[in-house]
């Protein structure tokens, strides 16, 4: 239906580009005047264009004139100038939007049209790609245009340092990974001192390849850890005994039928997989065995969650993640290949303790588990923007995904020439094996006639098998799974050669275009075959696109058997059975509409349940999101050099108005107030005066509180006093601030994640699990905050300056090293030391150390 009212009155992409004609029609109208200027002249555009934003005018204004002007740099310098489609992209990006343009159409040169645009108010703006390759030679190609026109432009990449990351950002155009931008945004909310920050806020991002970013990377969030002190054995112990428990029937698979009949099935074995959900449950057996192993009374007790979890990990380990699919051993080492492009991802792990389960399966030394000290999805990390775009070749059919979550709409751009790629419809074999040598055998024929042939796979287990194959029949072939960026841009730039065939796993080389040679292209271009169809109908499209670049001659085809993963798992069980049932020989073809529908199907019921997946996902870390938007904002108040002293003083009110209505409570009686439940709270903190009943001048609740607030302030007053320069206090207060807060949120991502884990179990009970997370987060974050208050005054309450006391001491005092800012305490007392045994000098008949001098050294 949808079609149908598409063909009637037309889709939204064709209702939106006609809106921009007007605008792309006067870019195209200024392009002999722009000739027209001498390289000084159009140079001086860019100050022209600044000089009128800060008289009023708005990028909207000036979107005529500028592309025009970048569009003639980009002719002089590069030799490109941007097609009208390619302005067409532009102007979209600009608007904030999704651009899907076809493989081949230039979109790196689309880039340069909104960055030159965006970049003119200063604020800077980021172009962000999928892989440091990428990064580097696009800055250098585009790089070129930006300086012709008086624009900066710089990168970052993975090996550079704090300095030289600095000053790529504070270019006008900065070409970035996603990773490296959005590691770069947590190391500096982990700063101490603000000269150590490195990005200068989140103002306009082209993210090309989009779609790879923003969905397929949506659901691994970046991690910054620390070591976690946590025993490895329990891995061992747990993966020993997950290989000997035995895998039951799946309790998805109960037909139909059974539950119309009211059929009830035992749970059979000691564990139940469920492969489209990805789950692992134990049964009742399983838990008795567990029980045994461990000798645990009761699994289920809460003192027994290490190895619930360590259990389950286990047995997903063992049985769900795949050696060869989602990760390579290699140098006694366990490394994850990227799902959707087949690349191994050097220094990731896998989270929660699951590398570590998969590091005792696969016998390889098992590391210690990392401690989470700072972590964000994408999806919150770009909704950061003030405004972000994107561009790719695939992008549609995840639309309502980018509404959604990204607040940005899909324009389908049309290419510069017509595409003639011919794309035959499926082959489908009924058996795994069939299917292989069909492939084997379509390769030979098209090699033979000088066709080149790019064939992709999903997991390079599949391209290696395949690469045996091809040996066999003699022809000559390059694989690419996991090599490096540069080389697989190599490669995949000359797969269009004549006769050539590359075997590819997903979309390995990506951002490469592959241009075909004459003899190529004159015996029929670029032949993509794919040897299995991808749970996501986008990541097929992206495999297709690669023939039929600028209006180039090719064709595509996928091959699919019935014991593919996808058919197996989501294809119609009946279809299935009916085509086994029908005793097709072996070797032969199977063509029915029946099998096209249902493998479209199946890849919508994934598309489907992945997007709900990732939205489910954010709806949980928008929890996190607010929360540390507050710690965030709260610790850039402090590096920015705000004074700290009101807040500090806030704190220590805080702390005795809490301390004495938890103690004291409404009791309007002061004989049966709890003195020394007050008394054991508040004084570790703030180390006054034992309160009793002599002492209290006010014998009310508000008397006590005002009381012990000015007997407080008095106190920390005094430690004020002992630094000659306030400023040197003021300092201490930040960085003690900061490394409370750093602690304390670390600590708080771990409750939350547990929390996570856990709150599912409250569906049982008919509540909403993400309802009682987010109440059960409240409070804990509220709890967090009470804790940093604490520790903060505690810390700053028993700081003692000692005598010539220089910068590795004062790092001591604050937690720095001794190599960061830290202010030189004084070197002259103005005081009498008092020594631990000499009486205090509060008056109160108690030793220093036992009196106002406890705890004294502990920051």
């Not at 580097?136 to 030289?164: H, I, W, Y």
């Not at 799974?481 to 997903?506: F, M, R, S």
Request: charged share 30%.
């Amino acid at each position: 239906m949808a079609r149908i009212v598409d063909k009637i009155f037309g889709t939204h992409s064709e209702h939106e580009l006609k809106r921009i004609m007007p605008l792309v029609d006067k870019v195209e109208a200024l392009r002999d005047a722009m000739q027209a200027l001498s390289d000084e002249a159009l140079r001086g555009k860019t100050e022209e264009f600044r000089r009128r934003l800060a008289e009023g005018e708005t990028l909207d204004d000036l979107l005529p004139e500028a592309f025009a002007a970048i569009r003639e740099g980009d002719r002089r310098v590069l030799g490109m100038e941007p097609f009208r489609v390619q302005v067409i992209g532009g102007v979209i990006l600009h608007q904030g939007r999704i651009a899907e343009m076809r493989t081949g159409e230039g979109k790196t040169l689309v880039a340069t049209l909104p960055a030159y645009l965006n970049a003119l108010d200063g604020k800077g703006a980021h172009i962000v790609t999928v892989n440091d390759y990428l990064a580097k030679r696009d800055s250098e190609q585009m790089g070129e245009a930006f300086r012709f026109m008086g624009l900066s432009c710089g990168v970052v990449l993975n090996s550079m340092t704090p300095e030289e990351r600095r000053a790529a950002y504070n270019c006008d155009i900065t070409y970035v990974t996603n990773n490296e931008l959005g590691f770069d945004y947590l190391r500096d909310n982990m700063a101490i001192y603000k000269k150590q920050l490195v990005l200068r806020g989140l103002h306009y991002a082209v993210i090309d390849e989009v779609d790879s970013i923003l969905i397929d990377e949506a659901r691994t969030p970046l991690i910054i850890s620390g070591q976690s002190g946590k025993s490895t054995k329990i891995y061992e112990a747990c993966d020993i005994l997950a290989r000997q428990l035995t895998r039951g029937e799946d309790m998805e698979d109960l037909s139909k039928m059974d539950a119309i009949m009211g059929i009830e099935r035992e749970e059979t074995g000691d564990f139940i997989v469920n492969e489209k959900d990805k789950i692992v449950n134990l049964t009742a057996d399983g838990v008795e065995k567990v029980e045994r192993f461990f000798h645990l009374e009761n699994y289920a007790d809460p003192e027994n969650l290490e190895i619930q979890h360590c259990m389950t990990l286990a047995l997903r380990a063992n049985n769900l993640m795949h050696r060869d699919h989602d990760y390579i051993v290699k140098d006694d080492e366990v490394l994850i290949v990227d799902e959707f492009t087949g690349r191994v991802m050097p220094g990731r792990r896998f989270s929660d303790g699951l590398h570590q389960a998969i590091e005792a399966k696969e016998h390889v030394r098992v590391k210690q588990e990392s401690k989470t000290l700072a972590t964000i999805t994408f999806q919150n990390f770009f909704n950061k923007f003030t405004k972000k775009c994107g561009m790719t070749g695939t992008a549609l059919t995840e639309e309502r995904e980018f509404r959604e979550i990204y607040n940005m709409d899909v324009v389908e751009i049309p290419t510069n020439r017509p595409v003639i790629r011919i794309d035959h419809q499926d082959s489908v074999y009924k058996t795994r094996a069939e299917k292989l040598k069909a492939v084997v055998d379509a390769v030979r024929e098209r090699h033979e006639a000088g066709q080149p042939v790019l064939v992709g796979t999903i997991t390079i287990e599949a391209s290696e098998t395949l690469s045996k194959m091809l040996k066999k029949e003699g022809i000559p072939h390059n694989v690419l799974n996991a090599k490096y960026h540069e080389l697989e841009a190599g490669i995949v730039a000359d797969a269009g050669q004549h006769g050539a065939v590359t075997i590819a796993t997903n979309m390995a080389g990506r951002g490469t275009d592959i241009k075909l040679d004459e003899e190529a292209r004159a015996a029929g271009g670029l032949c993509i075959i794919g040897t299995e169809r991808h749970e996501s109908r986008r990541i097929d499209n992206q495999l297709r696109g690669r023939s039929g670049r600028q209006g180039d001659p090719g064709e595509s085809r996928f091959y699919i058997s019935l014991e593919d993963d996808l058919m197996r798992l989501f294809g119609s069980d009946r279809m299935i059975a009916m085509f086994n049932a029908l005793g097709i020989p072996e070797g032969q073809e199977i063509q029915h509409k029946a099998l096209s529908r249902a493998i479209e199907n199946a890849q919508k019921k994934i598309e489907t349940n992945n997007f709900g997946i990732r939205k489910n996902l954010l709806d949980y870390d928008e929890v996190m999101n607010e929360q540390r938007e507050i710690i965030y904002d709260d610790r850039r108040k402090v590096l920015d050099g705000e004074s700290m002293r009101d807040s500090i003083y806030k704190m220590i009110a805080d702390i005795v108005e809490e301390t004495v209505d938890d103690t004291v409570g409404e009791n309007s009686n002061s004989d049966d107030w709890d003195l020394k439940g007050l008394n054991e709270r508040l004084l570790p903190i703030i180390p006054l005066q034992v309160v009793t009943p002599e002492r209290i001048s006010d014998r009310t609740k508000n008397g006590l509180k005002q009381q012990l607030k000015e007997e407080a302030v008095r106190f920390y007053e005094s430690k004020e006093a002992e630094f000659p320069n306030p400023e040197q206090i003021r300092e201490i207060e930040r960085v003690v601030l900061l490394k409370v807060i750093d602690q304390k949120w670390m600590d708080h991502i771990d409750d939350m994640e547990q929390l996570r884990q856990g709150i599912g179990l409250q569906s049982y009970g008919q509540r909403d699990p993400l309802v009682e997370y987010k109440m059960a987060g409240y409070e804990m974050f509220s709890g967090m905050l009470a804790s940093v208050r604490e520790d903060t005054v505690r810390l700053l309450m028993h700081i003692r300056i000692e005598q010539k006391v220089e910068r590795e001491q004062v790092a001591k005092v604050t937690g720095t090293n001794k190599d960061e800012s830290a202010v030189r305490a004084p070197k002259m007392r103005s005081q009498k030391k008092i020594y631990p045994n000499d009486p205090c000098p509060c008056g109160s008949g108690k030793k220093f150390k036992n009196c106002h001098g406890a705890g004294a050294g502990i920051v």
